[in-house]
């Protein structure tokens, strides 16, 4: 039996209410997600190096890649215990309850307008603001793709520096699931972009 850590709200009530049925649908070293038929959402189970975050409970393991775990796995919750196969129990007897705060969004523009200039001023200081990854061997479709990302993004830049919201949100959207694959920061940018934008 393994114990969670600290959990979201949300998550071990599904696990505690014995609502949650459906199968690993990834796997890594250090997390593993779970789609739930009931709701069609993803949850993260994460081992104990991992910090607290949204859908997610955090158990007292160290890694994951000694117990097997593969997509497709069955799991269900039943009596405050969440089975992953025949492979992990994990008990939320003890744990932590975490919800997710997200801050007053400022109500004064002006204020998060100097505050953007201000990261503007630290990243052009401290570092660069990053780019378009260029691969080194590119087929006509993966230079087509690589064109459509620079052209969309620069679209993007440009309205953001304009101050037309409703343009540079359509621009983001654009963006999304054109090319290789977005890294995690790249989603949590667009993410933050839409939410700054619908404010």
């Known amino acids: 039996m393994i114990f969670a850590k600290s959990g979201d709200v949300d998550f071990i009530q599904r696990v505690k209410n014995s609502k949650l ?8 070293n250090r997390t593993f997600n779970i789609f739930c038929r009931e709701n069609g959402e993803l949850y993260t189970i ?8 949204p859908y997610t409970i955090v158990i007292e393991e160290d890694r994951f890649e000694k ?14 215990i969440l089975y992953i196969a025949d492979k ?21 523009l002006k204020i998060l307008k100097i505050n953007i200039n201000k990261m503007k001023s630290y990243i052009d200081i401290h570092g660069k603001s ?8 590119q087929s006509l479709i993966e230079k ?4 459509l990302l620079e052209k969309r993004t620069n679209l993007l ?42 404010c």
């Open 21 to 28: 049925s459906g199968f690993v649908h990834s796997t890594f």
């Open 67 to 80: 117990l097997n775990l593969e997509a497709n796995d069955l799991v269900y919750s039943n009596n405050h």
């Open 144 to 147: 087509e793709m690589s064109n």
């Open 157 to 198: 830049f440009s309205e953001l520096l304009k101050n037309r919201m409703s343009n540079a949100l359509q621009h983001a959207v654009s963006l999304i699931g054109l090319g290789p694959g977005l890294t995690p920061f790249q989603i949590l940018y667009i993410n933050c972009i839409g939410t700054n934008l619908n």
């Open 46 to 53: 994460s081992c104990s190096q991992m910090v607290n975050r």
């Open 88 to 108: 992990m129990a994990i008990s939320i007897e003890r744990f932590e309850y975490w919800k997710s705060i997200l801050p007053k969004y400022p109500f004064n």
């Open 130 to 137: 990053g780019g378009i990854k260029k691969a080194l061997s």
